[in-house]
T-cell receptor, first 114, second 112 residues
Framework: GAGVSQSPSNKVTEKGKDVELRCDPI?????LYWYRQSLGQGLEFLIY????????KSGLPSDRFSAERTGGSVSTLTIQRTQQEDSAVYLC????????????FGQGTRLTVV | TQLLEQSPQFLSIQEGENLTVYCNSS?????LQWYRQEPGEGPVLLVT?????EVKKLKRLTFQFGDARKDSSLHITAAQPGDTGLYLC????????????FGAGTQVVVTP
């Protein structure tokens, strides 16, 4: 497809389980972002990948959160030992040249931890 | 502490009225963007401003970037129900290259 694709669109998991969220950015986009959005709130920065540079992980809320980007394309956000406060919509975005250029967002993954 | 403060948090108006939402910071921005987000969707870019004092118009939407590049406003003239959504500002500061940060957003509801 032409846009940013995220999967799954919805995920319900039990507290303590691990989850993996996937993002397929727009082909050719060098920058990839992960954000978290709680109900009715703005976007909380999690992590940023730019080309082959080391990612900016400064927004990851705890060491239970990690992300990787393989081959400069697909990215996976992993949350280990999920907690109820992890429940949110996780949004992925990509942009062609990096910050300041238009970020294209996926529809997000709604994560519910029960 | 939120880098970008947006106000108001919520705005409900009648069709045909005008509205203004604000985005402020104590930091200097290298660039600032406005996005609109509808329920169940990701944000979509409306505009990018980079020059202090810049004014951009997009149909009934007018965007201003403060002279000092610390604040911005979005003005909608003769609002329509299709303008309903969460309006988010996002910015790069001069010392946070790479970290595109978002404000908490202004929820706008335009009723017929």
């Amino acid at each position: 497809g032409a846009g940013v694709s995220q999967s799954p669109s919805n995920k319900v998991t039990e507290k303590g389980k691990d989850v993996e969220l996937r993002c397929d950015p727009i082909s050719g986009h060098t920058a990839l972002y992960w954000y978290r959005q709680s109900l009715g709130q703005g976007l909380e920065f999690l992590i940023y990948f730019q080309g082959n540079s080391a990612p900016d992980k400064s927004g990851l809320p705890s060491d239970r959160f990690s992300a990787e980007r393989t081959g400069g394309s697909v990215s996976t956000l992993t949350i280990q030992r999920t907690q109820q406060e992890d429940s949110a919509v996780y949004l992925c975005a990509s942009s062609l040249l990096g910050p300041g250029t238009e970020a294209f967002f996926g529809q997000g993954t709604r994560l519910t931890v029960v | 502490t939120q880098l970008l403060e947006q106000s108001p948090q919520f705005l409900s108006i009648q069709e045909g009225e005008n509205l203004t939402v604000y985005c402020n910071s104590s930091s200097v921005f290298s660039s600032l963007q406005w996005y609109r987000q509808e329920p169940g969707e990701g944000p979509v870019l409306l505009v990018t401003v980079v020059t202090g004092g810049e004014v951009k118009k997009l149909k009934r939407l007018t965007f201003q970037f403060g002279d000092a590049r610390k604040d911005s406003s979005l003005h909608i003239t003769a609002a329509q129900p299709g303008d309903t959504g969460l309006y988010l500002c996002a910015a790069l500061t001069t010392d946070s290259w790479g970290k595109l940060q978002f404000g908490a957003g202004t929820q706008v509801v335009v009723t017929p």
